[in-house]
């Protein structure tokens, strides 16, 4: 990572907007700057070999006993062990302690903590606001309707994203999505050897593209989506004023589904991104919902559960912010973080409607596991796995190709993450479902509302997965007959339950046993690198809950979205 300054581009924020440091022992307030890298646990750590193979002892000691608050309270005997006799090997060579520790056990003696600045708003203050929001929220998506039918125009940030895809495809389908704009930038097509700019493809274009993908350039609901020029760094998002007025006029939502997903970019480079872009976006919905006339509902800000940190010892609340004692795993969740508080300060300054979503790890397609050709979801690398097992058993190629892919193929095939490691893996259907259903009520404003599962999954069992999948691929390896669905018990979805399929989706299913040959919208063709048995769908052959016989086109009625919690103040800038 690289090094840090004291100094930050004028348009990036300090830690200290956010968050104040704590004397461990006095409570009090320190006046001290606080650098990005401070909020990471890599920052915190030495790295000393005794402090590695600890963390190592702890995982196969988890993994062997299952009980990890057991495994914690052994480890700090240990610890606390260790620290006396640092204290009296201290006495008798004449060190201070702190120095001896270090050197010999790898301890840091921490005189302080972290914690999110504290709102001058009381619960019931910041209670009777969101109250207040959500009953004019009501009355405004109440004159939505159009007989008995709501109709809605949204707004769509990150929409050639994973998720933002998917939420395209359901829009499609929904009746009561009218128009969606779609905000997207323009893209330059360069030469790969000498970078020359070849071709710049306008959102139009882009958009065009984007549909053909989806399988919605012919589809009857083609008309409902428009393209715009946008980037969320830009104040009003970059939007032109003549596209301006014309949202002002219709659009009833906001979705900032944008984001940067790299967990190893900079902090300034997430910040604009995620904190930035998130500001960007509240304040566009707040001059949409403080416009004469308007009809403009509420803004749907896209977070993450991640946003919580490295919580350990107790789960973390769905309402409540609580700087993590173990700190973030990178920026990616630091300025996530600080994008949802500043969400949450607009909300309560400037009062706007505001609902906030936090999806889990989102994987592919629960009925396919398709990912739209995203290689950042889980299931990408499962699929990897596939094509490295087809690279070890190929017989083509000369003896020199065929030992490079052999290595290749061994690293591709290793797994790596502790074993008991556990995942909270989402479907994207299902979270884009949730999002969708958020637009159509104001009961979840003034939450935060995480759309995860209580199936989690150890990197253990998605191991074991990927592997009943490979083999369940090779030629001959399943005969006539239902193909099993392996590890589908382990990926089942929560209190969800399926509608009949719709008579118009009916025409895209693929997955009947005979007759079938019309393409879905939601599938490219065969997976990649695996070996489908002849005369068999493919469709269900990837990591996630594969699909069975009839069930392509179905999709969720019912999303999992949690019961709103009650919201705590949020924190506001000192």
């Known amino acids: 990572m690289p090094k840090e300054s004291l100094t930050l581009p004028p348009d990036i924020h300090p830690p200290t907007r956010y968050v104040e440091k704590v004397n461990l022992v006095t409570g009090e307030v320190l006046d001290e700057p606080i650098l990005p890298k401070h909020l990471l646990i890599n920052n915190h750590r030495d790295f000393h070999i005794l402090d590695i193979y600890s963390r190592y002892l702890i995982g196969r000691a988890v993994e062997r006993t299952g009980d990890p608050p057991k495994v914690l309270r052994k480890m700090k005997k240990v610890r606390r062990l260790g620290q006396k006799a640092?204290?009296?090997?201290?006495?008798?060579?004449?060190?201070?302690?702190?120095?001896?520790?270090?050197?010999?056990?790898?301890?840091?003696?921490k005189e302080y903590f972290f914690r999110y600045r504290s709102s001058e708003l009381s619960e019931a203050e910041a209670e009777a606001r969101i109250q207040g929001l959500r009953e004019e929220a009501q009355k405004r998506l109440d004159r939505c309707k159009e007989g008995d039918r709501l109709a809605l125009r949204v707004l769509l940030t990150g929409g050639t994203g994973f998720l933002g895809k998917e939420i395209i495809c359901q829009a499609a389908e929904d009746p009561e999505i009218d128009e969606m704009y779609i905000l997207i930038r323009p893209k330059e097509i360069r030469d790969r050897n000498t970078k020359k700019v070849l071709q710049v493809l306008s959102p139009t274009e882009r958009g065009a593209i984007l549909l053909r993908q989806l399988w919605l350039e012919n589809h009857p609901a083609r008309g409902k989506f428009r393209f715009i020029d946008g980037d969320i760094e830009k104040p009003d998002l970059g939007i032109h004023s003549a596209d301006l007025d014309q949202i002002r006029a219709r659009v009833t939502h906001v979705i900032h589904c944008a984001a940067s997903v790299s967990f190893d970019d900079t902090y300034e480079n997430s910040f604009r991104a995620n904190?930035?872009?998130?500001?960007?976006?509240?304040?566009?919905?707040?001059?949409?919902?403080?416009?004469?006339?308007?009809?403009?509902?509420?803004?749907?800000?896209?977070?993450?559960?991640?946003?919580?940190?490295?919580?350990?010892?107790?789960?973390?609340?769905?309402?409540?912010?609580?700087?993590?004692?173990?700190?973030?795993?990178?920026?990616?969740?630091?300025?996530?973080a600080m994008g949802s508080m500043e969400t949450d300060w607009y909300m309560l300054d400037h009062g706007l409607p505001v609902t906030q979503?936090?999806?889990?790890?989102?994987?592919?397609?629960?009925?396919?596991?398709?990912?739209?050709?995203?290689?950042?979801?889980?299931?990408?690398?499962?699929?990897?796995?596939?094509?490295a097992q087809q690279a070890l058993r190929s017989e083509t190629g000369s003896w020199s190709d065929r030992s490079k892919a052999h290595v290749l193929a061994s690293i591709a095939c290793v797994f790596p993450a502790?074993?008991?490691?556990?995942?909270?893996?989402?479907?994207?259907?299902?979270?884009?479902?949730?999002?969708?259903?958020?637009?159509?009520?104001?009961?979840?404003?003034?939450?935060?509302?995480?759309?995860?599962?209580?199936?989690?999954?150890?990197?253990?069992?998605?191991?074991?997965?990927?592997?009943?999948?490979?083999?369940?691929?090779?030629?001959?390896?399943?005969?006539?007959?239902?193909?099993?669905?392996?590890?589908?018990?382990?990926?089942?979805?929560?209190?969800?339950?399926?509608?009949?399929?719709?008579?118009?989706?009916?025409?895209?299913?693929?997955?009947?046993?005979?007759?079938?040959s019309a393409p879905s919208p939601d599938f490219r063709g065969p997976v990649r690198g695996l070996s489908p048995v002849p005369g068999r769908c493919t469709s269900g052959l990837?990591?996630?809950?594969?699909?069975?016989?009839?069930?392509?086109?179905?999709r969720p009625r019912n999303p999992p979205v949690a019961t709103p919690a009650k919201q705590k103040p949020p924190v506001r800038p000192g």
Not at 86 to 97: H, K, N, P, R
Not at 314 to 319: F, L, M
Not at 455 to 462: D, F, H
Request: positive net charge; charged residues 20%.
């Open 86 to 109: 640092v204290e009296l090997l201290s006495t008798v060579v004449g060190e201070q302690a702190d120095f001896i520790g270090k050197k010999l056990f790898g301890y840091k003696a």
């Open 275 to 336: 904190v930035r872009g998130a500001l960007n976006a509240a304040e566009l919905s707040s001059r949409l919902w403080a416009s004469a006339g308007s009809r403009f509902v509420c803004h749907v800000a896209i977070e993450t559960s991640y946003i919580h940190g490295r919580q350990t010892g107790t789960e973390a609340s769905e309402g409540n912010m609580v700087f993590p004692r173990n700190f973030f795993n990178n920026y990616y969740e630091v300025t996530k």
């Open 357 to 387: 979503l936090c999806p889990s790890i989102v994987v592919g397609h629960s009925r396919n596991g398709n990912n739209r050709g995203d290689t950042k979801v889980v299931n990408a690398p499962v699929n990897a796995f596939g094509r």
């Open 418 to 516: 502790d074993r008991s490691a556990e995942l909270n893996l989402v479907s994207v259907d299902r979270v884009s479902a949730g999002i969708l259903a958020a637009l159509k009520t104001t009961a979840v404003i003034g939450t935060r509302t995480h759309l995860a599962t209580d199936n989690r999954l150890t990197s253990a069992a998605i191991q074991r997965i990927a592997k009943e999948e490979v083999v369940a691929c090779r030629p001959g390896a399943w005969s006539s007959g239902p193909r099993p669905i392996p590890g589908s018990h382990l990926l089942r979805p929560i209190e969800t339950s399926e509608a009949p399929v719709p008579e118009n989706c009916q025409r895209s299913c693929r997955h009947r046993e005979s007759g079938c």
């Open 542 to 554: 990837r990591a996630g809950r594969p699909s069975s016989p009839g069930s392509g086109s179905e």
